[in-house]
Each structure stands twice: as C-alpha cells, then as structure tokens.
C-alpha cells in the first residue's frame, strides 16, 4: 500500500510490547513516509524504541515530545528521502517541523499534534499552532488528535459545544486549512462504554500549497487496534476508498 504517504495515530500509550508491534505493523502496510504518533505515554525515546516501531529505522529520523507523567507524549517520524528537516520546534502539545518535502521540491511545514480536552488549554495550543504557521510563511500539513469536532455530524452519543466548534472552524479558516472528506468510516474515535459515544476527532489539515503539489489527495481511515482511536492516512486515490470527494479551491 504505497500510496500512503503521511499516517497519524493516537496509540493511547506506547509502552507495552503489543503497542509497539501494532504501531509497525501499521507502519509496514501503509508504506507512509511520514508518522505521526499522539498519547505516547512514554518519557523516553531511543534508536531501540525507533527500531522496536519502524521496519526501516535507519532510513527514519524522529523528533519526541516526552510525556508529562503518564499523559500525552509525541513522536514525529520521517523518511530522511522524503523530507529534509531545517528547523523545528517543540512543545508540550505539538511538534513543529519546517524542512523540504524532496519528490515535489516543495518547503513547508509539518506540525504534529495532541490537543488537550479542556477547552481553554486547547485555545492555547491551537494559538500556538497558529503563531508558528504564520511566521513560517510556508504550506503546511497539521495531522493528529484535536479533540474536537468541526461539525454536529462529527459526533454522535455526546453533547455538541457550538462554541467550540466554532472555536476549531475558526482557526481553519485563519490558516486557509482544507479538510479532505474522510474515507473508510465516519468517526476515528469511540469510547469504550455500555452506551458508547463516536467523535472524528483525528485528521489532517492541509493548505492549498500542498494539495496544488498532490491534487489527488484523500483521508482514509484504517482499521482500530488496541488503541480507541483508528488510525488515519494521507493516500493518493490510486487506492479506491470508495467515491471520491469533490473538491474546489480558490
């Protein structure tokens, strides 16, 4: 499956042997040349570790966010031949990367991120994001777990909050971000209970500059394991996914 060229997964911790199988396992069938991995739960991230999740580690570069206790956590990976790392930055929240993406020759930026779930700090971290971009000056692809919803479809068996849907919509539409329609299933997230609740709260955001770059771009959603998230992709539509979106841009 090498059409798969970006993946993002909230592991919800990644300490267990299993996790890290499943995270390479993952990483074999989807081929992605980028890995986005949110809720690490780890302190502590090594060769050993790259090794234990990733087939071809040498090929790989990564950037870690450690978790603060036993939440959250970041790992960013790359293949070193498909992007070419300039600068970045860290923060507890999300992981900011500028650099070259080398098939297209295109600069931008790369932002990994695990929103919190309290509103006021996830306003924080989205401002954040949006300082970065801004003063990048350059396309970007933000992928992970948000922990919000752009719509009241996005989420089913729980209370809408407008305000914060409105709140994400918002910031979107500052950095001119596009949502791809998701294929594979409807929500990305589902809690664990005897009358469960659904979200679609993992994706990916890119500007124009990146889908001008790969126009046949969609978000796919894969099959959960061990995790209460199901992981997502970038994959050129290659792959058939079901109908293809439609898209217009300005």
């Known amino acids: ?40 739960k780890i302190q502590r991230m090594d060769q050993w570790v790259l090794g234990k999740i990733c087939e071809r580690a040498s090929n790989f570069s990564f950037l870690f966010s450690p978790s603060v206790g036993s939440a959250g956590g970041l790992i960013s990976l790359w293949d070193q031949s498909f992007f070419g790392i300039a600068s970045y930055r860290i923060f507890t929240s999300l992981i900011a990367m500028v650099g070259t993406i080398s098939e297209v020759n295109l600069q931008c930026t790369l932002i990994n991120v695990y929103a919190p779930n309290k509103a006021e700090e996830r306003h924080k971290v989205f401002a954040e994001m949006k300082e970065f971009i801004q003063q990048a000056g350059l396309p970007c ?8 919803v752009l719509n009241e479809d996005e989420r089913s068996g729980a209370s809408h909050h407008k305000k914060e849907m409105l709140c994400f ?39 124009s500059g990146l889908l001008s770059a790969w126009p046949d771009l969609l978000q796919c959603s894969f099959p959960k394991s061990l995790s209460d998230h199901n992981p997502i992709g970038l994959a050129f539509m290659g792959k058939s996914w079901g109908p293809r979106p439609f898209k217009l841009f300005d």
């Open 169 to 207: 919509s918002q910031f979107i539409e500052d950095l001119s971000l596009v949502d791809l329609p998701l294929q594979g299933s409807k929500f990305t997230w589902s809690s664990h209970r005897e009358l469960p609740s659904f979200s679609r709260i993992d994706m990916f955001l890119l500007s």
């Open 141 to 148: 692809l933000v992928g992970g777990d948000f922990n919000t």
């Open 1 to 40: 499956m090498n059409n798969v060229i970006a993946a993002s997964w909230n592991i919800r911790g990644l300490g267990r042997n299993e996790k890290k199988a499943a995270v390479r396992n993952r990483a074999i069938k989807t081929r992605a040349k980028l890995v986005f991995l949110q809720e690490s």
